[in-house]
């Protein structure tokens, strides 16, 4: 064992000399296609043509410097005959110190040691010539070059996956305010249904009392007709009867009665007739029963020409179930941040937005110090703080430091008899005309004018107060044909 040890050792040496032998002297690894010149060098075909093509001496001898003009290097078949004798031999050579497979270049068979940025190779010496104009490092340099890119890629990676962690709470978030939503609507609606249900249920209570008042009275007005009929027929049948036995008498005595008989055969009492109205008045109860409800219901619900869309509203306004009021809220509400919320402006939409015709509201300000309305495209700015002009969609007026300004350029003048406690905001879309008016005193404020292309929604800007604004009822009127 340790003679062959020896042997390996010493054929191991045997190699190493003969591959300095074998080297060519401008690659520095063992020649491949070797070529011969005149002045009996030996040097690889590429490195060569390499060295000749882009050199500053061509047609010389890259080792003795030899000018060799004319020059057509033979191919070294004896020499390229022992390189590969030589390759074969060190590939099957037994060396426990022999580099991996997977560090030696496939091409050259020798030790990787270097790293090209710009291909992303590893590469041997003799891949210089492979990689011209490129970048190329030590692998140990490559190795940090390679780690500091990926890191940078994991950096950036770690960002997507933070936001997307946000994401995913702030979806969970909102799945539970959607339920939220869902528990409040349902609960407003089962609460609307149970008083709308109770004012039917004493609509019905009432109809049947009335019903059964007329006919408890027209049932004994009948009973009193039936008892006079009765009493009628019990004279009639006694007189008739008495006159009857008087007739039975002897003829002479009969005849002497006879004037008196005639006279109390007389029935002094007019017939009785069915009294006028004696029947129900089943138009009044019955005859458009469900129209009669329904106007009756009037009295029992309020109509609002806009509401509040709260997935609108910023995160510091309070809204009441019904939609039709806005405060300050004293806390930030939590809130998803949807695309359409308002946030850091304090503002919110209507839930409904127009494209056409002529549509009216009515705003309580209160005694709030600080105010705007308007109406605005759907394409408003939501996310950021923006100047509320035309340019930016909005078309609107403000209060502020107790004066009413609107908010376009060359606003016109707004002349105030009285504090504003209620403002009319009319909105024309055939005309292009937004107008504004004193809902109490019905002044005309100003008038603002534009083509509106896109679909208009009202606008509210209640600053932050403790006072409510409050979008006023609209009155219902009822036309029929």
């Not at 890259?62 to 003009?69: G, I, K, S, T």
């Not at 004896?78 to 060190?90: D, G, H, P």
């Not at 494209?355 to 309305?373: C, E, F, M, T, Y």
Request: aromatic share 6%; with cysteine; hydrophobic share 35%.
């Amino acid at each position: 064992m340790e003679e062959d040890e020896l042997m390996d050792q010493g054929e191991a040496e045997g190699l190493r000399d003969l591959e300095q032998n074998l080297t060519c002297p401008i690659c520095r690894d063992v020649y491949r296609e070797p070529v011969l010149l005149s002045c009996s060098h030996s040097f690889c075909g590429v490195c060569l043509r390499d060295s000749w093509t882009k050199g500053t001496r061509r047609s010389s001898c890259p080792v003795c410097r030899a000018e060799l003009p004319g020059e057509r290097p033979i191919l070294n078949r004896a020499l390229e005959n022992a390189c590969e004798a030589f390759r074969t031999k060190k590939r099957w050579l037994p060396n426990p110190k022999r580099p991996a497979p997977h560090t030696v270049c496939r091409l050259h068979d020798t030790v990787l040691t270097m790293y090209c940025k710009k291909d992303g190779d590893l590469m041997c010496v003799g891949c210089v010539t492979q990689h011209q104009y490129h970048e190329v490092v030590p692998l140990k340099d490559g190795l940090a070059y390679c780690k500091e890119q990926l890191f940078f890629k994991i950096n950036i990676l770690e960002k997507k996956m933070r936001v997307y962690s946000n994401n995913k709470k702030g979806f969970t978030d909102t799945k539970e305010f959607i339920e939220h939503q869902a528990k409040e609507a349902a609960e407003s609606i089962r609460k609307e249904f149970k008083r709308l249900h109770e004012v039917l249920e004493a609509e019905k209570e009432d109809r049947l009392k009335k019903l059964a008042k007329e006919e408890q009275e027209k049932m004994a007005t009948m009973e009193a007709m039936v008892m006079q009929a009765k009493e009628g027929v019990a004279s009639l049948s006694k007189l008739i009867e008495q006159l009857k036995r008087e007739m039975g008498d002897e003829d002479m005595i009969f005849m002497q009665k006879y004037p008196m008989l005639k006279e109390s055969a007389q029935w002094p009492h007019p017939d009785l007739q069915h009294p006028p109205g004696a029947l129900l008045d089943l138009g009044q109860h019955v005859g458009s029963l469900g129209f009669n409800i329904w106007k009756n219901m009037q009295a029992h619900v309020q109509y609002n020409p806009v509401v509040l869309d709260p997935n609108t509203a910023s995160p510091w306004l309070d809204l009441t179930p019904d939609l039709t009021s806005m405060k300050e809220s004293q806390q930030r509400q939590v809130v998803p941040d949807n695309p359409e919320r308002f946030d850091p402006c304090v503002f919110l939409l209507g839930s409904k937005g127009f494209s056409q015709g002529k549509h009216r509201w009515d705003v309580a300000v209160g005694d709030n110090p600080k105010w705007i309305l308007g109406v605005c495209t759907e394409s408003v700015a939501r996310k950021k703080k923006f100047t509320v002009s035309p340019k930016r969609g909005v078309w609107s007026v403000a209060l502020s430091k107790g004066l009413v300004t609107a908010l376009v350029p060359d606003p016109p003048e707004i002349q105030l008899e009285r504090r504003l406690e209620k403002v009319r905001v009319r909105l024309d879309m055939d005309r292009g005309e937004l107008s504004f008016w004193d809902a109490v005193s019905l002044a005309h404020l100003c008038t603002l004018k534009h083509t509106f292309s896109e679909k208009m929604f009202p606008l509210f800007g209640p600053g932050l107060h403790l006072t409510p604004m409050v979008l006023a009822p609209g009155k219902m009127v009822l036309h029929t044909s």
